[in-house]
């Protein structure tokens, strides 16, 4: 359930600006009810931990996907245009024409605990960073307890097609891009974190998108919208 459904329901044809104001004034009369409770001794222990929930600051996990992925892009280098800084030192070295990413990966969990809704809104994430930040290369590695699938795309828009159906076990995931010489700057992992196989922390980041609250023994953790546990 969303707590703001309802404020959401009253503004009717409101702008979101409008929307974001009255959201604001909500938590403010929210936190001083709490306040003014807890000062009575009359705020329980679960009241305050909805409370403090209700009032955290939102992460979206996309919004997080997106920034972890950027920082891994560095300078692009052509050899077409050389360096005016160096021609005359008799030196042809190549300039930076922009940014490029290069490799990327992404491994999808598909024991079961990932449904259709949050696999479809991975699958729409991956093409909005092909689309948006053209990665060299993007490795999609479906897995449950083993790689169950392995697909690698170049093509303007990749197809998701979630395999297997088993346990779950993440080491398999980065001994098999070892074998397969797969060598990303940053692999994306969509799971429930239900698992202690973790393998060995690779050299790249790993970014693990979780839609069940958990730990990762390394990498960084993000939760999806209405995670449970």
């Known amino acids: 359930m969303n707590p703001y459904d309802d404020i959401e329901d009253a503004t009717g044809n409101s ?3 409008e929307i974001e104001k009255k959201k604001a004034e909500w938590k403010v009369k929210v936190a001083q009810a709490a306040q003014s409770a807890k000062m ?12 403090g929930d209700l009032l955290k600051p939102r992460v ?15 300078d692009q280098r ?51 960073v092909h689309q948006d930040l053209s990665p060299t290369k993007i490795h999609i590695i479906y897995f449950d307890s083993e790689v169950c699938h392995y697909d690698c795309f170049e093509d303007d828009e990749p197809v998701i097609s979630p395999h297997g159906g088993g346990g779950t076990a993440f080491s398999p995931i980065f001994k098999y891009m070892q074998e397969k010489d797969i060598d990303p700057v940053a692999c994306v ?11 060995d922390e690779p050299a790249y980041p790993v970014l693990w998108v979780s839609n069940m609250k958990g730990k990762a023994p390394w990498g960084e953790v993000v939760y999806m919208e209405g995670v449970n546990g």
Do not use: H
Request: positive net charge.
């Open 15 to 17: 702008s979101p600006a």
């Open 40 to 51: 009575m001794g009359k705020l329980s222990a679960g009241v305050e931990r909805f409370v």
């Open 60 to 74: 979206n996990w996309k919004d997080v996907m997106q920034r972890f992925l950027v920082k891994q892009r560095t």
């Open 78 to 128: 052509t050899w077409a245009r050389p360096n005016r800084r160096f021609l005359s030192q008799g030196m042809y070295l190549p300039s930076v024409s922009g940014e490029a990413l290069g490799e990327l990966c992404f491994a999808i969990d598909t024991s079961g605990s990932i449904g259709q809704k949050e696999l479809t809104q991975f699958a729409s994430e991956i093409v909005k």
């Open 189 to 199: 992992v969509l799971t429930d974190l239900c698992c202690d196989d973790f393998g």
